[in-house]
């Protein structure tokens, strides 16, 4: 009984949701599930102690198709559908929340809006490097008093003949101080806001990294600061106006995380089953208190819900189907989910549960941060409230 239990994985699929997946889903999750056991795992709590972001990564990331995996290959991307995006989300962040970050902005936030918004010259010209790993990309929406509010920013570009001229901040960027290119929205002198593609080598950028982190340790964060940086009009993308712009790749992004936070929670839950197997107290296995049984019961229960919930969501968005409070809703609910199996499962380690040995830890740590990254816990819920009332609690 017990080595069945013990055997990795074996009792992460309550519902068969396996059944659910093509053969090209469980391949790409296959392939992930090893690269993250090879690549990540053995360097992953030594990284996350030094605050360092594995940089060496990008490139492994590119070659597993974590970029865009569900955007055209002709533009970088892995030309899957929306569910094969989403098990390589959840493969990813069982390793590390900062890992699948890593792939959620290249991807969903850098490609996608340029793939979605850019002139096919800028198409070309960025994607492929993108798509490959040989270009860092980051997304510059937030600023230091614009956070849950991003439609107040005060970043903003000036016409100037053959360019526009860019002043302003971002604030809390993944990836800024290492990326080659910044997608960033700002807003024009008619204070509509617009995307473009700003180069970091350009005069006037700077990306000074955020220190002291004590969440998503192993991803780079920094700040984006524009001087009067020229950029040329073609780097402007020429139709997109308005907040819509920088939302609908949030869609895209927060889909992905309602993927990978099962990920995460599937780690915890596998070291506290095993841990509860093993770790003997008052003469028997902890697991065989009915205390243990009920935190083991309620998470199992918890993560399954929360993999039908992702599974029928991907399949909505494999329709065209998936609507932005539909995303929000298993955003919130899976991170949430995943924090509170960190919680229970680092109980469940006792003492033992707070060292690097376990990474527990880590992923609680990890996960306040994807709490409030891509829209806050309530401002998610209150997406779903207007989506339900029909009033904005925002206005
Ligand atoms: P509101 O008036 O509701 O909407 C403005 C326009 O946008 C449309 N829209 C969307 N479109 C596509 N996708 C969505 N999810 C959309 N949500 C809204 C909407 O229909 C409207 O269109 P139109 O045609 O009428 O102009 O805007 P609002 O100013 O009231 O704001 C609403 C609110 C609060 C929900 C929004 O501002 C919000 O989501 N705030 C949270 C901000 C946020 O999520 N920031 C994330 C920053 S990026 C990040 O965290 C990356 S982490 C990276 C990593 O993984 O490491
Ligand atoms: P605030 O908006 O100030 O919110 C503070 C609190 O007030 C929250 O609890 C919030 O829910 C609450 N609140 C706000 N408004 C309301 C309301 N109307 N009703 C009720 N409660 C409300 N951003 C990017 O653009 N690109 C990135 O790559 C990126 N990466 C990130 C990486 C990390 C590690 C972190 C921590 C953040 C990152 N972010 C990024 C920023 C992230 O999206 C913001 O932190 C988030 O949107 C919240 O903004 P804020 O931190 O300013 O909090």
Redesign the pocket.
């Known amino acids: 009984m017990s080595s069945v239990k013990t055997d990795k994985y074996q009792h992460h699929d309550y519902y068969l949701v396996e059944d659910l997946l093509q053969d090209d889903h469980r391949m790409a999750r296959d392939a992930v599930r090893e690269w993250v056991k090879q690549e990540v795992s053995p360097i992953i709590e030594d990284y996350s102690e030094r605050a360092k972001c594995p940089q060496h990564l990008f490139k492994g990331l590119a070659e597993i198709g974590a970029f865009g995996p569900s955007l055209p290959v002709q533009y970088g991307g892995g030309g899957m559908d929306e569910i094969a995006y989403g098990v390589i989300m959840q493969e990813l962040e069982r390793g590390d929340s900062g890992i ?3 792939a ?2 290249q991807g969903s ?1 850098v490609m996608y809006p340029i793939y979605r918004f850019a002139s096919e010259v800028q198409k070309m010209k960025y994607l492929p490097k993108l798509g490959s790993g040989e270009f860092i990309g980051c ?1 510059g ?2 600023e230091p008093d614009h ?5 107040g920013m005060t970043t903003n570009i000036k016409d100037d003949g053959d360019a526009y001229i860019l002043n302003g901040a971002k604030m ?1 960027i ?2 800024s101080p290492v990326a080659d290119l910044a997608v960033v929205w700002a807003k024009d002198e008619e204070g509509k806001i617009r995307g473009m593609v700003v180069e970091s080598g350009w005069k006037g950028f700077s990306a000074p990294e955020i220190k002291g982190k004590l969440s ?1 340790r192993a ?1 780079i964060t920094g700040e984006l600061v524009f001087e009067d940086v020229r950029v040329p009009k073609e780097n402007v993308f020429p139709e997109v106006r ?3 712009g ?3 790749c ?2 895209k ?2 889909y992905g ?1 309602a993927w990978g936070a099962i990920g995460a929670a599937l780690d915890c839950y596998d070291s506290a089953l095993r841990y509860s197997l093993e770790r003997e107290q008052f003469g028997k296995p902890i697991g065989g208190f009915q205390l243990t049984q009920k935190k083991l019961a309620e998470m199992i229960t918890e993560i399954t819900k929360a993999q039908l919930l992702a599974w029928r969501l991907g399949t909505l968005a494999n329709d065209g189907k998936a609507t ?1 409070a539909q ?2 809703m298993a955003k919130r609910n899976n991170v949430n989910m995943a924090l509170e199996i960190a919680r229970e499962a680092r109980q469940i380690h006792g003492g033992m549960g707070i060292t690097n040995e376990y990474p527990i830890m880590r992923h609680m740590m990890n996960l306040e941060t994807v709490l409030t ?4 816990h309530d ?1 998610h819920l ?2 779903t409230g ?1 989506d339900v009332t029909g009033i ?1 609690a ?2």
């Open positions: 699948r970050s890593m959620s902005v936030l997304f929406l937030t956070g849950s509010n991003p439609s809390w993944t990836n998503l991803s308005g907040l819509k920088p939302l609908s949030l869609s992004a927060r995380i932005p995303i929000s990254y891509e829209g806050t401002i209150l997406i207007m904005n925002f206005k």
